[in-house]
């Protein structure tokens, strides 16, 4: 009888330790889950704030664009607000539109990342005081019917093969009194807002063997460097890199300490 006894009493000892546990799990789950639903939140906020913030700087140095597409990253986001500091801010601005010596070119993507980022949560709510980022990087393409609309030199054709950019134009030859089309590679480079495309390595078809006329277009291939600016950047950065890909002139830019508020 005794034994009978004391084993009907430790089962229902177990279940309700199994009870509590249950429950602590639970209670667990809902704090988590309250908890990643706050941080959420709170991202979002601070996402949209950032977005005013872009398009008001964006507008204040007479760049065109689309709706910001703004990204906090780093997690716990609210340990992030708290300190008012963000490890990286992705930003996307569409249809990029600005103003070359009269003509605007129009970049159908922007897309920045921001680190080191230094917001209060003041600033953040009340739109007042200093949103800085340690660095701003940013990439885009400018197709190629945009870069010969900048270059503004008749037939021009630019296309990139290999991973190098091929460069077609037309040489005329008063010698003879005919037009070739001379065919290329070119090397690319960049100093503040302006890109540099310096022919090399150059042919013309069917040119005759005439000493004359190869002497033309010999000058022509080595007097042919062309230059021109691309539209003005948000958070004034600069040009550091330029690759050719079958789109149009991928450019990466950059800038230091940079104001987010305009």
Do not use: C
């Amino acid at each position: 009888m005794t034994t009978t006894y004391y084993a009907e009493e430790t089962r229902p000892r177990r279940r309700r330790g199994r009870r509590v546990l249950i429950a602590l799990l639970v209670l667990l789950v809902i704090v988590a889950g309250i908890l990643v639903v706050g941080d959420r939140v709170a991202a979002n906020f601070a996402e949209k704030k950032i977005a005013e913030q872009v398009s008001q700087n964006v507008a204040a140095q007479n760049v065109q664009a689309g709706t910001p597409e703004v990204s906090v990253g780093g997690f716990p986001f609210l340990t992030q607000v708290v300190a008012g500091e963000y490890k990286e801010i992705t930003i996307g601005l569409p249809d990029v539109q600005g103003d070359v010596n009269g003509n605007v070119v129009t970049l159908p993507r922007l897309d920045l990342v921001a680190r080191d980022v230094t917001a209060s949560i003041d600033t953040l709510r009340t739109g007042q005081g200093e949103v800085v980022a340690k660095t701003v990087d940013g990439n885009a393409t400018i197709g190629y019917a945009e870069v010969t609309k900048l270059i503004n030199q008749e037939g021009l054709q630019l296309a990139e093969r290999e991973g190098k950019l091929q460069v077609t134009a037309p040489v005329e030859v008063p010698v003879i009194n005919q037009r070739f089309t001379v065919h290329g590679t070119a090397e690319l480079s960049v100093e503040g807002r302006r890109i540099k495309i310096q022919l090399k390595d150059a042919n013309a078809e069917g040119l005759p063997a005439v000493p004359l006329a190869q002497e033309v277009v010999r000058n022509f291939i080595q007097r042919t460097s062309i230059s021109f600016d691309v539209p003005a950047l948000p958070f004034n950065m600069e040009l550091k890199q330029v690759t050719p890909t079958s789109e149009g002139l991928a450019v990466a830019a950059t800038a230091t300490q940079v104001p987010i508020t305009s």
